[in-house]
C-alpha cells in the first residue's frame, strides 16, 4: 500500500521560513516525478514545485526563488525549503506522485492527467 504522509506545516510570520517534509512508503520513486500542491481557502487546488525523476526541477513563478524541492537521500522523502513565506503561501500543501510533472505545473488540458497518489496535507499559514 502506497502512502504518503505530509509534516513539517505550522503557523509563522511573514518573512519566516518552514520545511516540508513528505514520507512516502510502498513506493519506489524511480522514474516517477513528484510534486507539491497547495489549495487555499476558496480556490483552486495548484501546483507549486516538482522535481522529476533525473532530479529537474521546476517551480511556478510566486514562489520561484523562495521556494526549493529535493528528494532525501534515502529517496522515500521529499521536502519543500519554504523561505521569505508571504500571507499569500497560506494554504494546506499535499505532496503527491505518480502523475508527470506537466500535471503539477498545470501544463496539461483541464481534466487530463492526475497523480496516483496524494498525502492528507499540512496546513501551513503566514501572517502579515
Known amino acids: 500500500v502506497v502512502h504518503l504522509a505530509e509534516s513539517g506545516g505550522g503557523a509563522v510570520d511573514a518573512g519566516g521560513s518552514l520545511r516540508l517534509a513528505c514520507l512516502i512508503s510502498?513506493?519506489?520513486?524511480?522514474?516517477?516525478?513528484l510534486g507539491w500542491f497547495r489549495q487555499a481557502p476558496g480556490k483552486e487546488r495548484e501546483g507549486v514545485a516538482a522535481?522529476?525523476?533525473?532530479?529537474?526541477?521546476e517551480y511556478i513563478d510566486s514562489v520561484k526563488d523562495r521556494f526549493t524541492i529535493s528528494k532525501g537521500i534515502a529517496d522515500n522523502i521529499l521536502y519543500l525549503q519554504m523561505n521569505h513565506l508571504k500571507p499569500e503561501d497560506t494554504a494546506m500543501y499535499y505532496c503527491?506522485?505518480?502523475?508527470?510533472?506537466?500535471?503539477?505545473?498545470?501544463?496539461?488540458?483541464?481534466?487530463?492527467?492526475?497523480?496516483?497518489?496524494w498525502g492528507k496535507g499540512t496546513q501551513v499559514t503566514v501572517s502579515s
Open positions: 522535481i522529476e525523476y533525473d532530479g529537474r526541477t
Open positions: 510502498g513506493f519506489t520513486f524511480g522514474r516517477s516525478d
Open positions: 503527491a506522485t505518480g502523475g508527470p510533472c506537466d500535471y503539477v505545473m498545470g501544463r496539461l488540458p483541464a481534466g487530463v492527467g492526475d497523480m496516483d497518489f
